[in-house]
């Protein structure tokens, strides 16, 4: 069983920055694509970025520019670095485990909360 362990939430200015990480559990980390989505409240999840296997990034026009998603291999780690941060950003964060052959379902981390907020 994988596990998604999130950290890095918290209240923040708008303007601020934070960092979210995202540790799991797998020895398969480094074949894995591996995600970060969003929900505000009343709202649907939607994806916030993704990054490949081979490191290739994919964002949501509303964070281009923004946020960068990256990974460690060698700590098993999927990262969300979050600049500029806006007051539309307040949501819950989740990361995420697409489907794969090699895992055969999806995984979630349970969230953490992000508010921007003067």
């Known amino acids: 069983q994988v596990q998604l362990v999130e950290s890095g939430g918290g209240l923040v200015q708008p303007g601020g920055s934070l960092r979210l990480s995202c540790a799991v559990s797998?020895?398969?980390?480094?074949?894995?694509?591996m995600g970060w989505y969003r929900q505000a409240p009343g709202k649907q999840r939607e994806l916030v970025a993704n990054?490949?296997?081979?490191?290739?990034?994919n964002y949501a026009d509303s964070v281009k520019g923004r946020f960068t998603i990256s990974r460690d291999n060698a700590k098993n780690t999927v990262y969300l670095q979050m600049n500029s941060l806006k007051p539309e950003d307040t949501a819950v964060y989740y990361c995420?485990?697409?489907?794969?052959?090699?895992?055969?379902?999806?995984?979630w981390g349970q969230g953490t909360q992000v508010t921007v907020s003067s």
């Open positions: 995420h485990v697409p489907f794969t052959l090699f895992l055969k379902k999806t995984y």
């Open positions: 797998t020895t398969i980390f480094k074949l894995l694509p």
């Open positions: 990054i490949t296997n081979d490191d290739t990034t």
